[in-house]
């Protein structure tokens, strides 16, 4: 199986870095991209045919991902909740997937894809994470991509306290999930 992690922490976010981490140790070969290395163009490219995706349809810095992206089986995004939503990285990169649909919309890699998303928040509640879990379902929807979404409460700071209190949890649901 061909697993892709997307780390979309901006910056060494101590909670969903220490989760990328364990999950990426679960699967030998996981290709991992942190979003904050990579060099993103935050306009629209312009696709010349329908064939499908082609490594020249998104700017340099994100060719080996989204070439990840087309290959893999299974992809686990992880991304900090920023006001109510996913981080900025996360989202820019979130908004080339445009390159894996056709001109009429629908996409052109299989339906087998896997879409495992994680959300670390600050918050207690778990629910303050639901409308951006029901958006990313929506989006993997868009796919064709089963989905499965999990909300990581109460990881604050840098120290990954709450993150590691649910990484088993985590875990187990990815499991479950594949």
């Known amino acids: 199986m061909e697993v892709i992690l997307i780390n979309a922490a901006v910056e060494t976010d101590a909670n969903s870095s220490f989760i990328a981490e364990r999950l990426q140790a679960k699967y030998e070969g996981c290709k991992r991209f942190d979003l904050c290395n990579l ?18 349809m998104v700017e340099d810095g994100l060719r080996e991902v989204m070439g990840a992206v087309k290959d893999a089986d299974l992809i686990i995004l992880v991304s900090p909740n920023y006001f109510s939503f996913i981080s900025g990285v996360a989202k820019l990169f979130l908004d080339k997937f445009y390159v894996f ?32 879990l029901d958006w990313m379902k929506n989006f993997a929807g868009m796919f064709d991509m089963k989905f499965f979404g999990f909300v990581v409460p109460s990881c604050k700071g840098k120290e990954p306290s709450g993150a590691k209190v649910k990484i088993d949890e985590i875990s187990m649901s990815l499991n479950m999930f594949v």
């Open 39 to 56: 060099e993103m163009d935050p306009t629209y490219g312009f696709r010349k045919d329908d064939s499908g995706f082609k490594p020249d």
């Open 101 to 132: 649909q056709n001109f009429s919309g629908r996409p052109t890699f299989g339906n087998d894809k896997k879409f495992f998303f994680v959300l670390t928040q600050a918050s207690p509640n778990r629910s303050h994470g639901q409308s951006t």
